[in-house]
């Protein structure tokens, strides 16, 4: 007998059941909360906080009722018990299990029916049904291939935890992308207590989103107010630091993008350097500076970063990066009541962006005065004065 097929129309009438984390950062990543039968990978690099976070949330949830188990590989259970002491956590429903055998690991699961499983770490697992050694990557398909398929069948929702090397590839899980409904970066600079979650995948909605959170002794906790958070630290009155209003996710956000550009000795072995930044877009915005200011860099040693331990990808941060190394170049100092936006382009024009009034709403709620934007761009909130510019020859002028 061939197996029928389920009339679409009858198919999924359930409502999403959400497991809401505890963790509201982590809840608008995934758009309210884990979804049940769900997979997620969540990657980070060592000692970012994977362990930390999954701990958080497993006791929220299990305070909420629902019970959950974390299967380590990696650490004792001591390890994560002394973990859970550390962070002051109430686990109570929350259970541990130190395993690394895919089949055994299912035995248990059948035993215990949580609402949540952890598995921490995808790459410390090993089934006797691959034929390769443990840690390769067949191993790790075959491993998460098991707990995905044993997740949806019986409704528990998933983690997978996976280490990502410093190179950013997800070492072995990268090929699990497309076998799990959500794939979360959990990023930032371990020098720095800020981290970021993204989710680069997401099968229950959307990968706009962002979430900000902050390692303190206790754990991880949300932060609400990123772009004050940012500013705290600022020095007024020093070359080569100007505030661009950025948006992250869906969420527009001050960062500080400062420079240091030192004349060298010997210009053969310049360095240039870009953290938070794309190197890209630091050579152009170079480039650009030489070209159109006739500022050139040709001895000099350049560094450009962004303060925070955030990644900024979008080209909105071109202007302010411009502005930071002209600063730094020429030993001016830029007003601190001044934000610069826009994008560069190749023949020096200074393009619009996107979202500009949610960016120029957010500059003026911090109490800045006056912004750099591309011209033609929509005037700003009331209080905030828009200096329009259509070239970066325009905008040194203001640094
Ligand atoms: N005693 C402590 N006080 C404050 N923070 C701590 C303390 N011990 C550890 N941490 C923080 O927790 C981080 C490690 O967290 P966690 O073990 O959750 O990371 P991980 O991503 O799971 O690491 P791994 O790759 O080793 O599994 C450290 O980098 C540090 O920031
Ligand atoms: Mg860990």
Do not use: W
Request: charged share 20%; with cysteine.
């Amino acid at each position: 007998m061939p197996a029928v097929p389920v009339s679409l129309q009858h198919a999924a009438q359930d409502p999403t059941v959400l497991l809401a984390t505890g963790l509201p950062e982590l809840d608008r990543v995934l758009g309210g909360g884990l979804v049940r039968g769900s997979v997620t990978l969540l990657g980070g690099e060592p000692g970012i906080g994977k362990s930390t976070i999954v701990l958080q949330l497993c006791a929220s949830i299990a305070r909420a009722g629902g019970s959950c188990l974390i299967v380590t590989g990696e650490e004792s259970v001591d390890q994560v018990g002394r973990r859970a002491a550390r962070l002051g956590a109430n686990v109570e429903g929350v259970m541990v299990h130190a395993d690394s055998d895919v089949e055994s690991i299912l035995a248990v699961l059948d035993h215990v029916r949580p609402k949540l499983v952890v598995i921490d770490s995808i790459q410390t697992m090993s089934t006797a049904s691959a034929g390769s050694a443990a840690g390769t990557v067949g191993q790790v398909r075959e491993c998460a291939q098991a707990f995905t398929a044993y997740a949806k069948q019986h409704g528990v929702a998933s983690i997978l935890v996976g280490h990502v090397t410093k190179e950013g590839s997800l070492a072995g899980p990268r090929v699990l992308e497309h076998l799990v409904d959500t794939v979360l970066e959990f990023e930032g600079d371990r020098h720095h207590s800020l981290r970021f979650l993204r989710a680069v995948k997401h099968r229950f909605g959307s990968t706009d989103e962002v979430g900000v959170l902050e390692m303190t002794e206790t754990g991880l906790s949300s932060v609400a107010d990123a772009s004050q958070l940012f500013l705290d630290d600022r020095r007024s009155g020093v070359s080569g630091s100007v505030i661009a209003p950025l948006i992250q996710g869906r969420r527009p956000m001050l960062v500080e993008i400062q420079s240091l550009v030192n004349a060298v000795q010997q210009p053969a072995q310049l360095r240039r350097l870009a953290q938070g930044l794309d190197s890209n877009r630091l050579a152009v915005v170079l480039a650009v500076l030489t070209k159109y200011c006739g500022l050139p860099f040709n001895s000099h040693d350049v560094y450009a970063s962004v303060v925070g331990g955030i990644r900024v990808d979008e080209p909105g941060a071109d202007l302010a990066l411009a502005l930071a190394l002209f600063s730094s170049r020429k030993g001016t100092v830029i007003s601190s009541d001044l934000v610069a936006v826009g994008e560069v382009g190749l023949g020096g024009e200074v393009r619009k962006v996107s979202h500009l009034s949610r960016r120029l709403n957010e500059v003026a709620r911090l109490g800045f005065r006056r912004a750099l934007v591309p011209k033609g761009s929509p005037s700003g909130p009331e209080g905030l004065k828009l200096i329009p510019v259509s070239t970066i020859s325009e905008a040194v002028s203001y640094s």
